[in-house]
């Protein structure tokens, strides 16, 4: 009944700049909800008491914006509020139901030093008054957004049985000024954009971030060199090493389930792409695939036994998986069209996100790989692609244009909500949703 | 100083090649025009067969016929267009290709680095594999020539790089390239 649990939310990462020191130009995002769910849970987000002096950050305001987000969740207007109670005792039931909210949020801020918050919140509902969530959150002033997020995802997974992702982080590729003066960083920002960290920044193109099993280190290729390498960095520490270099092309960075090894890209001298897989710790590489066409885009199976990757050689590009290991020819997974490509495997393994071309127009789509059920166009774009899956599986985010920029978008995995996420600077591309962490 | 001299020897062999491709330039003309850019349907390859050919040290700020005639020829061409999805060289590059191939043969200590292009459309990193395709391409047709493998590097930027922005086709057209650059 009492159930409380103390969670320490320390900041995650003191990330440091690459190669040059980053004058920062952080991309701030604007949330542009364009298709919602009509089946929205109706949910009260009471504001926090705040003691006197506090910080005025508004940790309620920031899990409802996270709920709203989702598209699962409507939360009610504060004016239509018709109190303001801040623990269980002071709710007035009755009252609440007759503003039709299924859920109430309550909670408070106290501050037992200078610089220290606990946060306090329960979570109820309005019809049974049963008490679902009631947690103790300790935390500092830098502290608090990543809370408000951590406690975003208790009350999403309370209510929807779905783990929340609202604590973990994006990586993607900003692109600033324009040709020939560009410059490309890598950024890692909180999943609704907030601060944004430049870990690299480069006169020359980056790309293809990829996160490792537990979201320590990022993978991702650089042409600092006017050749294209692969790179593994520490987020911690900026500490990085060139894993890959070969002549020729070095692409596509994919890690293995138990981060040890990465699938990558290669060609030979006459230019032919193929998959290999890299050890990281040893340098050595085993050729996967074996054919005169592009083979890239590789993606593992969840138990690293399998890849799945594009290849053009039945012509266009199509989604393939092999085993590895026991030999044997690949088996192509897409049949629908001229074009797909680039597959992301969701959490449970279920479908795989991908790129599909409809009448000239690049497009998010599924692909179910459990029940044969085919492929589902989620989007409407024209230049969607670099769909990536959140950890939850829920939403997937992926690059788009709008008004001739590139910027991010998020579409549910049900393809019944979408947002747009509107970078205030530049152009954004190449979303890579990062692994749950800490307490997994 | 280098370059001015590879110049002079490269015109000869440009304008005889011109001379002789200019019975069967003409029907190479891209249909609608949308796929190459304006300038690269203008130059001698595909016009009259006449090609103009600049003497050394020419004033530079001359906007005369015989400034602009140079800019045009086949040498001085280090982009080689290509159309949506496609790989092969067209035609209307025989007099570059042929033009580069002579430099190259001629001075073997000189080296190219070929790097791959591709328009904005698709993902990314299957369009490192086409830019890859389309730098090997004008690799291949540069060895066809005599030039020697190892004065060619090839890189593919895919669509990292595009020498235009904008999502029109007028963009993309001069994004699907291979830029020829010589290497110091």
Redesign the interface.
């Known amino acids: 009944m009492n159930k409380r649990l103390l969670l320490l939310a320390a900041p995650l990462w003191i990330l440091i700049a690459g190669i040059t020191a980053a004058p920062p130009a952080w991309p701030e995002f604007l949330v542009q909800i364009t298709r919602g769910q009509d089946t929205a849970i109706p949910i009260a987000i009471v504001p926090f008491a705040v003691p006197p002096g506090a910080s005025t950050f508004d940790v309620a305001g920031l899990v409802g914006h996270d709920l709203d987000g989702s598209g699962r969740f409507k939360s009610m207007d504060r004016k239509d509020m018709i109190g303001q109670p801040h623990t269980g005792a002071e709710i007035a039931f009755d009252d609440w139901r007759r503003l039709n909210s299924d859920y109430i949020l309550v909670g408070r801020l106290a501050r037992p030093a200078p610089n220290a918050y606990d946060i306090v919140y329960e979570l109820y509902n309005v019809l049974t008054r049963q008490r679902l969530l009631g947690y103790q959150i300790h935390t500092d002033s830098a502290g608090l957004r990543l809370a408000s997020h951590q406690i975003a995802d208790m009350v999403y997974q309370s209510i929807t049985g779905i783990r929340g992702a609202f604590a973990t982080h994006i990586a993607y590729v900003s692109v600033l000024g324009h040709v020939p003066h560009r410059t490309y960083q890598l950024v890692v920002a909180d999943a609704d954009g907030a601060n944004p960290h430049v870990v690299m920044q480069s006169s020359q193109p980056l790309m293809s971030p990829a996160w490792s099993p537990h979201g320590r280190r990022i993978a991702y290729v650089s042409f600092e060199d006017h050749l294209p390498s692969i790179y593994v960095q520490y987020l911690k520490t900026g500490a990085r090493r060139r894993v890959s270099a070969t002549a020729g092309v070095n692409q596509a960075p994919a890690w293995s389930p138990d981060g040890k090894r990465l699938a990558v890209t290669l060609s030979d001298r006459a230019g032919n792409l193929d998959i290999y897989i890299l050890d990281l710790a040893t340098g050595a590489l085993t050729r996967v695939t074996h054919d005169p066409g592009i083979d890239t885009e590789a993606q593992w199976s969840n138990d690293g036994r399998s890849l799945y990757f594009t290849s053009d050689r039945d012509g266009g590009p199509q989604i393939f998986q092999k085993s590895l290991g026991a030999g044997g020819r690949p088996r192509r997974l897409t049949f629908d069209g001229s074009y797909n490509a680039r597959p992301r495997l969701s959490p449970d393994e279920s479908q795989l996100a991908l790129v599909t071309r409809e009448h000239g127009d690049y497009r998010i789509a599924t692909l179910d790989l459990k029940h044969g059920a085919g492929m589902r166009v989620l989007t409407k774009g024209r230049f969607d692609v670099s769909p990536s899956f959140a950890p939850n599986g829920a939403e997937i985010i992926y690059a788009t244009r709008s008004a001739g920029r590139g910027v991010l978008a998020l579409v549910s995995t049900d393809g019944r909500v979408q947002q747009t996420l509107m970078s205030t600077v530049g152009e954004v591309q190449e979303p890579a949703w990062g692994p749950f962490q800490g307490n997994d | 100083m280098k370059r001015s001299m590879t110049k002079v020897i490269l015109l000869a062999g440009a304008m005889m090649l011109a001379a002789c491709h200019g019975k069967t330039a003409v029907k190479e003309q891209p249909a609608a025009g949308a796929t190459v850019p304006a300038n690269e349907t203008s130059g001698p390859a595909n016009g009259s067969g006449t090609t103009m050919s600049p003497l050394p040290g020419a004033a530079a700020g001359s906007v005369s016929a015989l400034a602009e005639a140079a800019n045009n020829a086949p040498i001085d061409t280090r982009t080689i267009y290509f159309d949506f999805d496609k790989s092969d060289i067209k035609p209307q590059y025989d007099d570059v290709i042929a033009a580069h191939a002579k430099t190259l043969t001629a001075n073997p200590t000189l080296k190219i680095k070929l790097e791959g292009n591709t328009d904005?459309?698709?993902?990314?990193?299957?369009n490192?594999?086409?830019g890859?395709?389309r730098?090997?391409a004008v690799?291949r047709a540069l060895m066809l020539q005599g030039v020697a493998?190892s004065q060619i590097t090839?890189?593919?930027?895919?669509s990292?790089?595009?020498?235009?922005?904008?999502?029109t086709e007028a963009a993309w057209s001069k994004n699907r390239r291979v830029d020829m650059v010589y290497q110091p």
């Open positions: 904005e459309r698709g993902t990314r990193e299957y490192i594999g086409l890859e395709r730098a090997q690799r493998d090839t890189v593919s930027y895919g990292e790089r595009p020498a235009v922005e904008g999502d």
